[in-house]
C-alpha cells in the first residue's frame, strides 16, 4: 500500500529568533541594535510574517497527507521520501539550500517577504498553499525543470547545487591544481588562482554573473532550464609552472570540468552551503558536470 503524500516545510531561523537566542530578550535585543542606530520592529515585523506564513501553510496541507517541518541547519540530516512535496518558506537562497537534498520531489516556493525578496525561486504568496499541494501530486500544475550541478571525487563523493559549486582553497590561500575537459585527449593546464566557480542558468544571476562582468566575457549565459554550465576561474595567476589560457568555458550535457588537486588542501561546496563542504587532498580529482537530477519548481 503506497503511503499517503507528505508535505515537508522547510524554513530557516529568523534574523529575530537569531537576536533572542543571542541577547536573551526582546528588551536586550532593542538595546543591543539601539546602541548600533538600528531598531528592532522591523526585524520582529520580518520575523511575524514568516510565522504567519508558516502557519498558513501547515494549515494548508490536506488532512489525509502527512506533515514535516525541517530547519535550514538540518537539511544534511533531513531523509526526504520520493511521495514528499517540499515547500520552502522564505527567501529564493533557502531554495537552492533545499535542492541539493532532493531527488526529484515537486518544490513550492513561498515568498515570506514579498518585494524584498526577488521572488525568482519563492513565487508564491502563503494563501496559494491550499491550491498548490494537490496540484503538485495530480500532476496538474506547470513544473520548471531547472538545471543543476553536480560534482563526483574519485572515490565517489558527491555533490548537488542548484546555483553553483566553487572548488578552491577554504580560506584566502592559493589553490594549485592540473585543469582540464574530462577527457585523455586533452592536456590539462597547471593554475594557481582563488578557485574555480561551476553553475548553471540558476546561478548565472548571482556569482557567477558578477565573475562574467568583471572579466568582460563573450561567452552567453545559460537560462535556468538550459542543460548547461558556464564556469569561471577566480584571479588565475601566471607563472614559469602556471598558465592562464584556461579560464572560462560552457559545458554541455554529456561534457565536464576535471580538477587535480596540487595543494594540501581543498573543499568543494555548493551554494554556498560551506558547512557541507566535500574535503579534497593531494593528488585527488573531482568532476564536475550537469547533474542528472534537476529541481522540480512548481511554476
Not at 540558476?202 to 568583471?214: I, P
Not at 595543494?263 to 558536470?289: I, K, P
Request: charged share 25%; glycine share 12%.
Amino acid at each position: 500500500m503506497s503511503l499517503a503524500p507528505r508535505a515537508v516545510i522547510v524554513h530557516r531561523t529568523t534574523e529575530y529568533e537569531e537576536l533572542l537566542a543571542r541577547h536573551g530578550t526582546h528588551g536586550q535585543a532593542a538595546f543591543f541594535l539601539a546602541g548600533r542606530g538600528r531598531g528592532v520592529e522591523e526585524v520582529r515585523e520580518r520575523h511575524e510574517r514568516t510565522v504567519k506564513a508558516l502557519a498558513a501553510v501547515a494549515a494548508a496541507v490536506p488532512l489525509q497527507w502527512r506533515q514535516s517541518r525541517v530547519e535550514r541547519a538540518d537539511l544534511d540530516r533531513f531523509l526526504f521520501g520520493p511521495e514528499d512535496v517540499v515547500v520552502v518558506v522564505g527567501q529564493d537562497g533557502l531554495v537552492a539550500n533545499a535542492a541539493k537534498y532532493l531527488d526529484g520531489q515537486p518544490v513550492i516556493g513561498i515568498d515570506t517577504d514579498p518585494g524584498r525578496n526577488p521572488g525568482v525561486l519563492v513565487r508564491h504568496r502563503a494563501e496559494d498553499a491550499a491550491r498548490l499541494l494537490p496540484s503538485a501530486t495530480a500532476g496538474r500544475t506547470g513544473v520548471d525543470e531547472l538545471t543543476m550541478v553536480e560534482a563526483v571525487t574519485d572515490d565517489a563523493q558527491r555533490l548537488l547545487a542548484l546555483n553553483e559549486i566553487y572548488v578552491g582553497p577554504p580560506g584566502h590561500q592559493t589553490a594549485r591544481y592540473r585543469l582540464g575537459p574530462d577527457d585523455a585527449r586533452t592536456a590539462p593546464e597547471a593554475q594557481a588562482s582563488s578557485g574555480v566557480l561551476v553553475g548553471t542558468g540558476t546561478g548565472a544571476t548571482g556569482w557567477l554573473r558578477s565573475l562574467w562582468q568583471q572579466s568582460g566575457s563573450g561567452l552567453t549565459l545559460p537560462g535556468p532550464a538550459d542543460p548547461r554550465l558556464v564556469w569561471f576561474v577566480r584571479e588565475a595567476w601566471p607563472s614559469p609552472a602556471t598558465g592562464t589560457s584556461r579560464v572560462e568555458g560552457l559545458l554541455g550535457r554529456s561534457e565536464g570540468l576535471r580538477l587535480t588537486v596540487e595543494s594540501d588542501r581543498l573543499v568543494a561546496f555548493g551554494d554556498g552551503m560551506e558547512t557541507d563542504a566535500l574535503e579534497l587532498t593531494w593528488g585527488q580529482s573531482v568532476r564536475v558536470g550537469v547533474a542528472g537530477t534537476a529541481l522540480r519548481l512548481l511554476g
